[in-house]
Each structure stands twice: as structure tokens, then as C-alpha cells.
């Protein structure tokens, strides 16, 4: 089979049965002279051929992009938060709390305005009643109630991006430019709300909560509180904007809100239950755990106890976490004006 391969102006062809050279074994000459030529080729090929190549496999007008993104995550639910009434959004977050979120993403680009985004992120997620401030109002409640909660949470979704400024820029290319963009998709997250559980040796550690029901979950006594999954739909939406440092790749600044569809995430939803119950629901070593982890304002006061349906959280809000995310990220195999000068010529 002839194989050709076409390249700056030279033309070589290699075939099986026939080598380029036929090296006598005492002529020392003639070896170098191959070796030299076969690395010609090599450098050759690696140069010109890869980069065609990949231009195949990513279509040749830099439509795909790939990238990172970390940032500070934070946590929206009935845990923690500022002074008076718990609100969903900015007034209630907790600055000491944030942690961080990572993730990855490739990104399509059917027009210059237009892409259409997957990404995976991990993030920690945190809420506390403690370090809320009391100031004598409405969250004093919240202070006393002494609930906490951390949750390790994995996302992937599906979202498009749209650049409305595309139609206003004047220069081809990207280097230089800014371009703002919303973007909004679908997704899944995974979560598991635990706390931290003091045995009766003082030793502590952290709890799963779901499995404890905590709030009557899956009893008979509680028919409408049904046991939540801890895989959930998300809808993320955001705005951010990118700055390409060069033809080929960017830094950006995106802040990405999701809506869940769960009151679960922190554990915390509705009303105190009978206690009782969890004797009749749960092993006697899980019951000692949940007595101690779904009531704990005695623990500020201990002559504090539970009243039964007395308000433990609010069921008229959803959770929902939000990140504050630095982006990084690549156009692979820009086919810009700035880009098509480093490329061999092509031969057809």
C-alpha cells in the first residue's frame, strides 16, 4: 500500500515492499545518511500531520473548548445565616463558612454566540445556627436552634451560553477581547447531609443524617414526609464573562446559582417529631444517635426541650448553593487568522 505525505513543498512516498534505502551492513556512510532522513521525516510528520489531524477530529474552526474553574462555594437553606428573617439568597450567606468548589468542563460552539456546555464539580457545602449574630430579632430562634450540617456535593450538568456582545465586536479573532455571556441548564447533584455525633465516651464523629429521619421521614405517623433521595435536579443559571489572553486561551469570572428542587440538603425542613419514634423505627445505637442530633438546643440550655410539631425549619423555601467561580480555558485548534499563519500549507 503507498502511503503519501505532503508537506511543505516536499513530497515523500513510502511503500512495504520497497524502502527508501537499502543499507549494506559495512557501509557506515549510508546508515547515517538514514538515520538523518528518517528523523527528517519524523519532524516532518510530527509538525504538519498531527496538527491536520487534530483539525479533523475537533472540525477545524476551533468550535470546542475545555477548561477549569475553582472558586468559593456557599450554602442557601434553613441553616445559618444572618440577622432576622432567613432570606434565599446573598443577605444569608456566611462568609466563614465558604469553601471551596473545583470542576472541569468542555464547551461547543455551533456559532460565535452560542455554546453549549457539560461540566462535572465537587464542592463542600456548610451551614451552622452558631455563627449566626444575635441581635435581639427574629434569627435568634435560629441561634437556639443549634443545628449544623456539612455535605460533600457532586454535579454535572448540561447548560448553553449565550454571548450577546459577539454581534457588536469589530476585529475578527479573540485575543483581547471581553465577552459577556448568561448562561442557564440542567443538571444533577449528589449530596448526603452529616453532622457531628458525641458518643457517651466523648469521642465525636460525623453522622450520616438521612438514614436517622430525623423529621419523621418514611414513618407512618408522618405520611407526608417521605423519604428525600440524595440524588437531586438542579437547574444552574449564572452570568460571567471571559477575557482571551490569547487567540487560544482565556481567563474568565462566572457566578453560577443553583435551584434544587429539595428542602433536604442541610436535613432541616418542617416540624419536631415524637422521639418516641425513633425507637420503633431505627436500631437502638441509631435512635441515641437521632435523639441527639434532631433536637440540640439543650445543649446551649439544657433545661430547653422539644415540643412536638413545634417549627425546626421552614418548608416554604427550597435550598439551593451558589459558587463565585474563576475560569480557565482553551479553544482547541483555533482556526483564527492569528493561528492559520503557524500552519503548513495543505495539499490535496
Not at 87 to 95: G, L, P, Q
Not at 106 to 112: L, N, Q, T
Not at 213 to 225: A, S
Request: charged share 20%.
Amino acid at each position: 500500500m503507498l502511503i503519501t505525505l505532503a508537506c511543505c513543498s516536499c513530497i515523500f512516498y513510502f511503500s512495504p515492499r520497497n524502502p527508501i534505502v537499502r543499507k549494506p551492513k559495512s557501509d557506515s556512510m549510508k546508515t547515517t545518511v538514514l538515520l538523518v532522513r528518517n528523523c527528517v521525516l519524523v519532524f516532518l510528520f510530527t509538525i504538519c500531520f498531527t496538527p491536520l489531524f487534530s483539525q479533523s477530529i475537533t472540525t477545524g474552526n476551533g468550535k470546542f473548548e475545555i477548561g477549569l474553574g475553582i472558586g468559593p462555594s456557599f450554602f442557601l437553606g434553613d441553616l445559618g445565616g444572618t440577622h432576622g428573617e432567613g432570606r434565599t439568597f446573598i443577605k444569608d450567606v456566611n462568609i466563614p463558612l465558604t469553601k471551596l468548589s473545583k470542576g472541569l468542563y468542555v464547551s461547543y460552539y455551533p456559532a460565535d454566540w452560542l455554546g453549549f456546555r457539560l461540566a462535572a464539580n465537587q464542592s463542600m457545602l456548610e451551614g451552622h445556627d452558631s455563627v449566626i449574630k444575635d441581635k435581639g430579632g427574629a434569627e435568634r430562634f435560629r441561634k437556639e436552634r443549634n443545628l449544623n450540617f456539612e455535605s460533600n456535593v457532586m454535579e454535572a450538568y448540561v447548560a448553553a451560553e449565550v454571548y450577546p456582545t459577539v454581534f457588536l465586536e469589530q476585529y475578527e479573532g479573540f485575543k483581547g477581547k471581553i465577552r459577556p455571556y448568561g448562561v442557564i441548564g440542567v443538571g444533577l447533584f449528589h449530596f448526603n447531609p452529616k453532622a457531628q455525633y458525641t458518643d457517651p465516651s466523648g469521642n465525636t464523629k460525623l453522622v450520616a443524617l438521612q438514614p436517622l429521619r430525623l423529621e419523621g421521614q418514611g414513618m407512618e405517623e408522618y405520611p407526608d414526609r417521605k423519604m428525600y433521595k440524595l440524588t437531586q435536579i438542579e437547574i444552574p443559571m449564572g452570568f460571567g464573562a471571559k477575557y482571551f489572553i490569547k487567540e487560544n486561551m482565556y481567563v474568565g469570572f462566572e457566578v453560577l446559582h443553583r435551584k434544587t428542587f429539595t428542602d433536604y440538603m442541610d436535613d432541616v425542613s418542617t416540624n419536631y417529631i415524637d422521639a418516641i419514634n425513633f425507637d420503633k423505627y431505627l436500631t437502638a445505637p441509631e435512635a441515641t444517635m437521632a435523639r441527639q442530633l434532631y433536637y440540640k438546643e439543650n445543649q446551649i440550655n439544657p433545661a430547653t426541650r422539644p415540643y412536638l410539631n413545634e417549627q425546626r425549619g421552614d418548608p416554604k423555601e427550597n435550598d439551593s448553593f451558589f459558587s463565585t467561580i474563576l475560569r480557565f480555558g482553551w479553544r482547541l485548534n483555533n482556526n483564527s487568522p492569528a493561528s492559520r499563519q503557524m500552519r503548513c500549507p495543505k495539499f490535496y
